[in-house]
């Protein structure tokens, strides 16, 4: 009689990875778990383990996973790290949209305005000083940033800020900031501007060109002659 292979039990460095088949009933699936799980390590019950679960397609809800969690702790030696599958929620769906989109907004942000949105943000217009712009992505303002700028807010380290004229009262990109020079001379200002996070993981400001080499994946055009 063929052996099941609904679970497949993987060591890694990391400790464990259980493939479970998104194809069988739910049901078969828990009782292979229990038993293949019940002679795993027998003899390293004082050394913990790092447990991954792979679901695969198959949709697993919050019971289910907390089932699987249950499940697996009963043995004292295993500690679930994570519960991964390739099936996505709804909202899920959604904040995976918002966070990769671009937001475009015409006009201007006066001082005590502030505008934020969770993915990259095109601003055609300027932010006066006392105006705030934050992004959970990059930030394009075509105009003049007078005020303070925060991309990549929630901790994205490659998040980009550039501009028509860089004036900045602040910059922030992730958790790096730099704050402007006392005074700028506006006519000086002639070519647009760029701001990112550089491999000394430093804030610096330079010409827009730089972009095209060091932020590649910013273009996503694939014509051309």
């Not at 601003?123 to 992505?137: K, M, R």
Request: proline share 2%.
């Amino acid at each position: 009689m063929k052996q099941s292979q609904n679970v497949v039990i993987k060591g890694t460095k990391d400790g464990l990875t259980l493939q479970l088949n998104d194809k069988c009933a739910y049901n078969e699936l828990i009782e292979e778990l229990t038993e293949k799980l019940d002679g795993v390590v027998q003899d390293q019950e004082d050394t913990l383990i790092t447990v991954t679960v792979q679901t695969g397609n198959r949709y697993v809800t919050e019971e289910e996973k907390e089932e699987l969690r249950q499940l697996i702790r009963k043995h004292r030696h295993l500690v679930v790290e994570e519960i991964k599958s390739n099936v996505l929620t709804m909202e899920e769906a959604v904040q995976w949209k918002e966070e990769n989109e671009i937001v475009s907004y015409a006009g201007r942000i006066r001082s005590g305005q502030v505008l934020e949105v969770p993915g990259d943000l095109l601003l055609i217009g300027d932010v006066n000083p006392g105006g705030s712009v934050l992004a959970g992505g990059s930030i394009f303002v075509m105009g003049s940033l007078k005020g303070m700028a925060h991309a990549g807010c929630y901790g994205n380290d490659s998040a980009v800020i550039a501009a028509g004229k860089m004036m900045p009262s602040q910059l922030r990109i992730s958790d790096h900031l730099t704050r402007s020079p006392d005074r700028y001379d506006e006519e000086e200002l002639t070519e647009s501007e760029c701001a990112f996070i550089n491999e000394a993981q430093q804030l610096v400001i330079d010409r827009l060109q730089v972009l095209k080499y060091l932020r590649p994946d910013l273009s996503t055009f694939k014509g051309g002659f």
